[in-house]
């Protein structure tokens, strides 16, 4: 598996290429504009001292406040943060919101925290990065394993500093000041970037076969809005373990299984297979909705997909990518296909900054909107530069960083 630092940066220097960018800009568009690591030490319920390392990674602000999420996982490691915070910036641009990129993160494993362990970790979190944080600076967001409390307790502590602010986090609970539909926006943003692929390919989600890895809050929103369009679910994993079916999962009794046992285990509609296996399953459509680099060049060649979607951030390594592009698979890359979360989290801004509330069809109308735009943007930089979705996806959104940079007169 490569480096996702060294991953993302390979396709960003791709687009640049592409755009013809002045190789001093192209090194200035890659630097993080800062970088944050801290200690975050805490009492266990146990009253032992544990400590973690922290980080909150800044990549771009030329086209708005940074944005990105919190990842609380035991790789939330400096180059992985440093990456996702990256491909913040070109999925905010390629969706056309007005954010720059960051990321942020705890290395710990939050399955092995109690809530009043993870509510002081959290705490700690936001003291550290309090004052370099703002609404008009940098405004996180859950990852994977946040949630909407984990935003709750950010806005909690940053407001005993800066006054009431729920608006210096998104996808924060509802009843303070969260958007409706933004629980659900990630997945259903990748349902509608998988609509408009497979019209393209005279197909649609009724009628094809699919694999999902992961089952948190974007995989299992993948599958219950692809279930609930008629597409054939045959296998789904998490970190416990994969399940297969050929003769598809029944959905809403696994989401029940899960929300009674915590994971698929023992979950009796379906077999237990092995969670490498479940990637090369025979199937139409692959969407991998965990972990970043789990196509390699090791499994590239036993996939038997015809269409990769994105869902997760990064999870497909340049050399994977290659194999798969020789093979005609078709890949739907992460900075398009995942957008629906920040792009929700715009729309939870904006009714912030008015005080209103959106019902949740116009959430859902507008982001359709936003997804189909980008999409047709991407298409077009594709024609414009002979090339695959990805680096439609990276030109469009690299392109327009590049040109709020020059025109905000930076390096001058
Ligand atoms: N939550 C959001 O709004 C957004 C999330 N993403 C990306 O989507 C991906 C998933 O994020 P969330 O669903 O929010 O996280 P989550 O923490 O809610 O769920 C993660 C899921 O992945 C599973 N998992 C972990 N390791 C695994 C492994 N080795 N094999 C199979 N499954 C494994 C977990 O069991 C869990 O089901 C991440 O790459 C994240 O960066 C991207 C855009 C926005
Ligand atoms: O909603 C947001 O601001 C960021 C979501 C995120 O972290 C991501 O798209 O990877």
Known sequence: ???????????????????????????????????????????????????????RIQHDNSRGPMKGGIRYHPKAEHDEINALAQLMTWKT???????????????????????????????????????????????????????????????????????????IVTGKPIELGGSLGREAATGRGVVYATEALLAEHDKSI???????????????????????????????????????????????ALLEHKETNGSLISFDGGDMINGDELLTQECDVLVPCALSGVLTRENAGEVKA???????????????????SQKGVVILPDIYANAGGV??????LVQNNQNVMWDEDNVNAQLKKYMSGAFNSIKSMCQTHECNLRMGAYTLGVGRVAKCTLLRGWGS
Not at 307 to 323: C, M, R, S
Not at 343 to 348: A, I, M, P, Q, R
Request: aromatic fraction near 8%; hydrophobic fraction near 40%.
């Open 1 to 55: 598996m490569m480096n996702a630092l060294a991953s993302t940066s390979r396709n960003f220097r791709n687009a640049a290429r592409l755009l013809g960018l002045d190789s001093n800009l192209e090194k200035s568009l890659l630097m993080p504009y800062k970088e944050i690591k801290f200690e975050c030490t805490i009492r266990k319920d146990d009253g032992t001292l544990v400590s973690y390392v922290g980080y």
């Open 93 to 167: 641009a390629v969706v056309n919101v007005p954010y720059g990129g960051a990321k942020g993160g705890i290395a710990c494993s939050p399955k092995d925290l109690s809530i009043s362990e993870l509510e002081r970790l959290t705490r700690v979190f936001t003291l550290k990065i309090h004052d370099a944080i703002g609404v008009n600076v940098d405004v996180p967001a859950p990852d994977m394993g946040t949630n909407a409390q984990t935003m709750a307790w950010i806005s909690d502590e940053y407001s005993k500093f800066h006054g009431y602010s729920p608006e």
């Open 206 to 252: 009724k009628g094809s076969t699919f694999v999902i890895q992961g089952f948190g809050n974007v995989g299992s929103w993948v599958a219950r809005l692809i279930h609930e369009r008629g597409g054939k679910i045959i296998a789904v994993s998490d970190i416990s373990g994969a399940l297969k079916n050929t003769n598809g999962i029944d959905i809403p």
């Open 306 to 324: 015809k269409f990769v979607i994105e869902a997760a951030n990064n999870p497909t390594d340049p050399e994977a990518d290659e194999i798969l």
């Open 343 to 348: 792009t929700v989290s715009h729309f939870e």
